[in-house]
């Protein structure tokens, strides 16, 4: 039976700080600033992501991790760390396909939210 899915929408992520929030996602992750209602802000593009304060205690936690596509993820690690990001380990294999190896390094938000940077490396990288 195909699933009435079509694809990711929207991630929401909790912050006790919008505007720094919006600022670390922004300027220090270089994501485009969609627009912003009320308590909400709205970044990136085809899936968006959804800045808000928890609305309960139910809701006050630290989010899913967001996994970040980069080509390179050395330098996209290294301009991250210019613009102030730290991250909790350099890129390291987490695993072996067929056709590509599959890199990952791991950052927090403000808020301590985890987010990762993943790259793809194929055999010709």
């Not at 992520?13 to 709205?42: C, K, M, N, S, W």
């Not at 330098?75 to 072996?96: C, N, Q, T, Y």
């Amino acid at each position: 039976m195909p699933s009435p899915i079509v694809n990711i929408g929207q991630i929401s992520i909790g912050t006790h700080d919008l505007p720094q929030a919006v600022a670390f996602y922004r300027d220090a992750l270089g994501l485009d600033f969609l627009f912003e209602t009320g308590p909400l802000a709205f970044m990136c593009g085809e899936i968006r992501l959804l800045l808000s304060k928890p609305e309960s205690g139910e809701f006050d936690h630290p989010s899913s991790i967001v996994y970040f596509r980069v080509e390179d993820i050395d330098a996209a690690r290294a301009e991250l760390v210019e613009r102030g990001v730290s991250f909790d380990d350099k890129p390291h294999l987490i695993a072996r396909m067929p056709d590509h190896e599959l890199w990952m390094t791991f950052f927090r938000d403000p808020d301590r939210n985890v987010h990762a940077l993943m790259s793809e490396v194929g055999p010709s990288d």
